[in-house]
């Protein structure tokens, strides 16, 4: 059986489309896969109580409890390496990455990022989008390589951009496309 391990920092909605997909669409019969564990940097991340609910292992490394940024990226690649991943989907998870940790999961470390790749990499893609005059926004499945919001594409969702649009109304419309391509990314690449 493959295992899933997603790692999160908040309310972890795609993580959730996630394992409902794979629930739904009977990854353990047709893919051999399962989601093994949810794990986050944040004891408050809400979607922690939804993994719970599924029955699924969950876990919290509070990296403010860590000194260096290798020091937390060693402790969580641990607790992750528990799971005998074969892959590790961020979903949400806002930490920046070391090489080292990504190099330890080369080939195997998935992301969602809330814009049409390679334009605004980093945080606030949606106000950026808005300031640009982009007409259209969108999301992004990638490979994680060392480099922030890099590496090859596996998937992207385009939406519009609307006259009257703020941060917030284009990132929920983002999210939905979020909760369909990442889903079916995941799926892909498992298969
Ligand atoms: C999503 O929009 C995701 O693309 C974004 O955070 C949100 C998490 O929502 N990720 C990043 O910005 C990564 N740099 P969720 O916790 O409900 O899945």
New binding site residues.
């Given amino acids: 059986m493959k295992n899933i391990v997603i790692l999160?920092?908040?309310?972890?909605?795609?993580?959730a489309a996630i394992v409902r997909a794979a629930e739904q669409e009977h990854w353990a019969t047709r893919l051999n896969a399962r989601v093994a564990a949810v794990l986050s940097n944040r004891a408050d991340a809400k979607?922690l109580l939804f993994a719970q609910e599924q029955g699924i292992a969950t876990g919290v490394l509070d990296h403010k409890a860590f000194a260096s940024r290798d020091a937390f990226d060693a402790a969580m690649r641990q607790e992750i390496d528990r799971f005998s991943p074969d892959l590790v989907v961020?979903?949400?998870?806002?930490r920046i990455l070391t090489p080292g940790f990504v190099a330890h999961y080369a080939g195997k470390l998935l992301?969602?990022?809330?814009s049409l790749l390679p334009a605004f990499p980093g945080?606030h893609?949606h106000q950026r989008a808005i300031d640009a005059g982009c007409r259209f926004a969108g999301?992004t499945v990638h490979q994680v390589t060392a480099e922030l919001?890099h590496g090859e594409i596996l998937a992207q969702a385009v939406v519009p951009v609307l006259p009257d649009d703020t941060a917030e109304t284009l990132?929920a419309r983002?999210?939905t496309q979020?909760h369909l391509i990442y889903p079916r990314a995941v799926a892909q690449w498992l298969a």
């Fill in positions: 999160i920092s908040g309310s972890g909605s795609n993580m979607g961020l979903a949400g998870f806002m992301n969602i990022h809330p945080l893609t999301a919001d990132a983002v999210l979020e």
